[in-house]
């Protein structure tokens, strides 16, 4: 009572302290890494009409279909919102049911189960499988929510070289079976994995493989079922996650296996059992987008080339661009104050990518990515490529680290 009543004493004579110093220490630090070069490192400018958006992953620009809006708008219309709860008491058919079973089907695995997000399903999946006991391999650069399941497992991981099977056999050689986690397709370089070779390596040492496909679901594969559908891997993967807020353009998660271990996520992956589920109408319009994109193959086949195309006259112009494989592709300037110039001129010029510094890259390897869209024209391509030539000579690539494939 005599600490409330001094509390009010200071409060009235303005005497309260600041947070306090772990606080203050750390909002210090962040003020530093994200402003510490002038403006806000992730925050550029808004851009104006005939602006080329290049930081959006909607890669086949589904967020505004109105084949999806309408079926998520009728099933809200007409039925609400549902159930208000956790998805362990979910038991009945309906729209998220119907999905998940369409998605299995898709990718040729047994089963599948719809998360919040893509961050929930590798949180929730690494946590539930791993422990201390556990190693976790990562690949050096897979997505921060593969790593954040391995810290909430309190299990060790154990990165191997970006891309090498044999760095991973090195590393599973030492510390034995474990979980290994990585990306098909590489978030921030867009790089693809040598999934055939991590499956090899996977299934010689009894490892448990899991494969975020969150920026290949859609866009390779038949009818664009993903890489492990691509290259019959079903057998020897045992977990395909991916996020719904790419290809998909929503917001959603997913996760494709076996149906008992399924089971098992379901009931044992905290966010799974604490947070609220899907919703059914978003789940609707997960049926119509799946759909759209199993018969997308021409805006599939035409992205590629766009992303071939951007790839060959970015490298003409002097950028090393030689990492990515995909419709993902980054300038990799390094230091956070080369990036911001790099980003600011970029958008004065009108092109829009994305800014990625640490911790979603290295240290010293932030970059602006440009995340290709189906719908880029020719002409926006060739501008792209125009400005790239032009501010060349100012933001210096020759000088920029070596990206890794
Ligand atoms: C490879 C990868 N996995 C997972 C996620 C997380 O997905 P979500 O935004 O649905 O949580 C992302 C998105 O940033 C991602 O790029």
């Not at 925050?43 to 279909?65: K, R, T």
């Not at 997960?286 to 992303?307: D, H, N, S, W, Y």
């Not at 080369?338 to 800014?355: A, H, N, P, Q, Y």
């Amino acid at each position: 009572m005599g600490n409330t009543e001094q509390l009010f004493r200071d409060i009235s004579a303005g005497t309260v302290p600041g947070p306090p110093v772990f606080l203050s220490a750390k909002i210090a630090d962040y003020r530093q890494r994200a402003m510490g070069h002038g403006s806000h490192i992730l925050q550029g400018g808004i851009p104006g009409d005939g602006a080329i958006i290049l930081s959006s992953n909607d890669y086949l620009c589904l967020a505004a279909n109105p084949v999806v809006t309408r079926a998520q708008a009728d099933y809200l219309v007409e039925q609400g919102r549902g159930l208000m709860r956790s998805d362990v008491f979910r038991h009945e058919l309906g729209p998220l049911a119907s999905f998940e079973q369409r998605m299995a089907q898709w990718t040729g695995m047994p089963s599948a189960l719809l998360t919040q997000s893509g961050w929930n399903a590798n949180v929730g999946l690494i946590q539930a499988l791993a422990d201390k006991q556990v190693p976790v391999y990562l690949d050096m650069e897979a997505h921060m929510s593969l790593w954040e399941g391995t810290h909430s497992a309190q299990a060790k991981p154990r990165p191997f070289r970006h891309n090498s099977a044999q760095s991973l056999e090195n590393m599973l050689k030492r510390h034995g079976p474990g979980i290994i986690a990585i990306d098909s397709v590489y978030s921030t370089s867009g790089s693809v994995a040598p999934l055939a070779d991590m499956a090899e390596v996977s299934s010689r040492y009894g490892a448990i493989l899991v494969v975020d496909e969150s920026h290949s679901l859609g866009l390779f594969g038949p009818m664009g079922a993903g890489m492990v559908a691509a290259l019959n891997l079903q057998d020897q993967v045992d977990f395909i996650t991916a996020s719904l807020s790419k290809t998909f353009a929503s917001r959603g998660g997913i996760i494709i296996g076996s149906s008992e271990n399924l089971e098992y996520f379901r009931y044992n992956a905290r966010p799974a059992i604490f947070s609220s589920s899907v919703m059914d109408h978003e789940a609707a319009g997960f049926l119509a987008t799946q759909e759209i994109v199993a018969g997308a193959a021409l805006m599939r086949a035409e992205l590629q080339a766009k992303a071939d195309y951007l790839r060959e006259g970015l490298a003409a112009a002097g950028y090393n661009v030689s990492a990515s494989q995909s419709q993902i592709i980054s300038l990799v300037s390094g230091a956070d104050g080369r990036t911001i110039r790099l980003r600011d001129v970029l958008e004065k010029r009108g092109v829009f990518g994305s800014v990625f510094c640490w911790p979603a890259t290295g240290r010293k390897r932030s970059l602006v990515r440009f995340s290709l869209h189906g719908n880029l024209t020719q002409s926006q391509l060739d501008r792209v490529i125009d400005v790239c030539a032009e501010i060349a000579p100012e933001v210096e690539p020759q000088l920029w680290p070596v990206p890794r494939s």
